[in-house]
């Protein structure tokens, strides 16, 4: 069964701290690895990967893609209480509706 | 539209009442998604429109679940005779190609009683 999991399900951080989130991926046919933030309900899109190796970057957010691992990572430089929320990982695959398989989520909070 | 909006943003349904949740997707994307999602846990695919076709059910929870999408623009989840483990946000996405992100609503967060 496909299967995305996230880690550490939860993070406190201070302000200016350095974050490193985790993404590991079990997808049959995956094609593509997304990350959302979600405050309160609407999930916004950040960054898509499909390629191993190559960086995206926005701003002071940063993912990349490891296929042979199986694995991404979401960087966050210099935080601020304005990127508390909840990150979500989700592996979508090239057969069938490419539909995405969502984690749980890593649920970040910056303190002042 | 700018992005795609959810109506009712909340609803409260005793248990055993039938609801109805709309999507307007972003103009032009043909793919759709319905996506549940029970507090502290991640979406959880439902259902998936290409255009007005229903390609893909397999996440609708039960027979009284119900997805559509007529004109390949609105879609409609209906649940029927709610009970409560139904609470939870209701999230729609679309995206403009198969192979591109998708976008979410607000979502409608119901609660049975």
């Known amino acids: 069964e496909d299967k995305v999991v996230q880690s550490p399900l939860s993070l406190v951080v201070h302000e200016g701290d350095t974050v490193t989130l985790n993404c590991s991926y079990e997808?049959?046919?995956?094609?593509?690895l997304l990350w959302y933030k979600q405050e309160k309900k609407a999930p916004t899109f950040l960054f898509m990967l499909t390629s191993s190796g190559i960086e995206k970057k926005s701003g002071r957010l940063s993912s990349i893609l490891d296929k042979k691992e199986l694995f991404s990572i979401l960087n966050i430089t210099a935080t601020q209480t304005g990127d508390s929320a909840i990150y979500l990982c989700a592996g979508g695959a090239t057969s069938g509706t490419y539909k995405y398989i969502f984690g749980t989520g890593t649920r970040l909070k910056v303190l002042a | 539209g700018a992005g795609v909006s959810q109506s009712p943003r909340y609803k409260v349904a005793k248990r055993g009442q039938d609801v109805a949740l709309r999507c307007d997707p972003i103009s032009g994307h043909v793919s759709l998604f319905w996506y549940q999602q029970a507090l502290g846990q991640g979406p959880e695919f439902l259902t998936y429109?290409?255009?007005?076709?229903?390609?893909?059910k397999s996440g609708l929870p039960s027979d009284r679940f119900f997805a559509e999408r007529p004109e390949g623009s609105v879609s409609t989840l209906k649940i029927q005779r709610t009970q409560q483990e139904d609470s939870a946000v209701y999230l729609c996405?679309?995206?403009?190609?198969?192979?591109?992100?998708?976008?979410f609503g607000q979502g409608t967060r119901l609660t049975v009683v």
């Open positions: 997808v049959t046919n995956f094609r593509s």
């Open positions: 429109f290409q255009n007005e076709a229903q390609l893909d």
């Open positions: 996405a679309s995206r403009i190609r198969r192979d591109t992100e998708a976008f």
